[in-house]
């Protein structure tokens, strides 16, 4: 990183998620085509922006992470996770009680499907922590922006 | 066959003198052909092991049954071993058949002998081993053992220590997100932790989808005034991400800074238009 970022810790989660988040940002900045955007144009960059952001977080955190991992391997091939998760979508079973949440739970974290319920609840620690550093992030920068 | 048998167990269980008949015994077996050699009646008993030998043993039993007390009656047996030839020939056939039926006993407890001190010693280890509370899965008594983990509440095979660990893990993380979540660490029981801990991720990825939509209206906005922004300003190094980090800093010293330029028009061009645009859709 460079001298004049020394004030923050240059390797904490969230200098590396903002700063490759903001490199993200001025990729995507620059294949925006030049006509006045269509809503359809405006939904695709909000989801360009949205993966954008969980991607650099999953790589902000690096492949140490059972969740991180899987938002990686899930943008990689999404095209093929999207057609899973459509095979996989009539085989929910409804389940009762704990059970059913915990479901949720493993629904909501990604890569949560294949974890025993310790290591769902230890990422889902770590997966809360990120969301808040990314939400923090964001908003700054959307104030920025607005203001 | 049985009762003697469960004589024997209880008596060297109980009896303290049974030390020196477990030691004297093994000699008389051994040096049983020769004094049954010398004592032609007893051998034939001893070698005959009929029923008709012991159906007049239990008879002879059932008339001293008061001899039946365990010790003193193999107390008595030894007696007879040293002074067998004196007893069998005074006295009638009720010694006989009460040393044939010791016999009998004798031989069935050279095994009982080797197993009951085997089980003693197992006792003595388990003891030890439940006092260590070691995991190990000894063979210990099973009385013994569902005795004690009865009265501990606690089970020790392995796969129940496994079971205790992993909930104790699964607690604990518990108790991490319990911090990590806001407000939830006044919700008691685990389905309501999880229901808030479902609802906090759930509104941060919605926070996340909003922001990112009010990013995206924010760049398409400003876009078509910054068509040709230079790329130079691109690098890594022009990002001052600490203003965004923190937030606190004043936004002036960020724009005054080292901020990309496509930042400044957005802020300068399209501020008005941004905020109404973002203000209105949710």
Sequence with gaps: M????????????????????????????????????????????????????????????????GWSRAVLRKIRCRALEIRRRRKCGGMIRRRSGERNKVDKLRNLVPGGEAMDLCSLLDETAHYIGCLTTQVQVMRNIVDLCST | MDPPIINEASFSAANPSSYSLTEIWPFPINGEPGIGGGLGLRMSSLSGFGEAAMNRDLSVDESTVTEQSGGGRKRRYANSEDESSRLVSTSSGNDLNNSSGKRMKLSQSRDENGGSRSEAEANSESGNKLAEKSTKSSEPPKQDYIHVR?????????????????????????????????????????????????????????????????????????????????????????????????????????????????????????????????????
């Design chain 1, 2 to 65: 460079t001298p004049h970022l020394s004030s923050t810790n240059p390797s904490s989660i969230k200098t590396r998620f903002a700063y490759k988040f903001l490199r993200a940002l001025k990729r995507l900045n620059r294949h925006r085509p030049t006509s006045p955007p269509s809503p359809n144009d405006i939904f695709r960059g909000f989801r360009m922006i949205k993966m954008a952001s969980y991607a650099s977080m999953a790589s902000a955190v690096g492949s140490r992470r």
């Design chain 2, 150 to 282: 009865a009265r501990r509440g606690q089970a020790t095979d392995s796969h129940s220590l496994a079971e205790r660990a992993r909930r104790e893990k699964i607690s604990e993380r518990m108790k991490i997100l319990q911090d990590l979540v806001p407000g939830c660490n006044k919700v008691i029981g685990k389905a309501l932790v999880l229901d808030e801990i479902i609802n906090y991720i759930q509104s941060l990825q919605c926070q996340v989808e909003f922001l990112s939509m009010k990013l995206e209206v924010v760049n398409s906005r400003v876009n078509p005034h910054i068509e040709g922004f230079p790329s130079k300003d691109l690098g890594p190094t022009t990002f001052d991400t600490s203003g965004m980090i923190f937030g606190l800093q004043p936004t002036r010293e960020y724009v005054q800074g080292s901020q990309p330029e496509w930042l400044q028009m957005q802020v300068h061009n399209s501020f008005d238009r941004a905020k109404h645009d973002l203000t209105t859709p949710h």
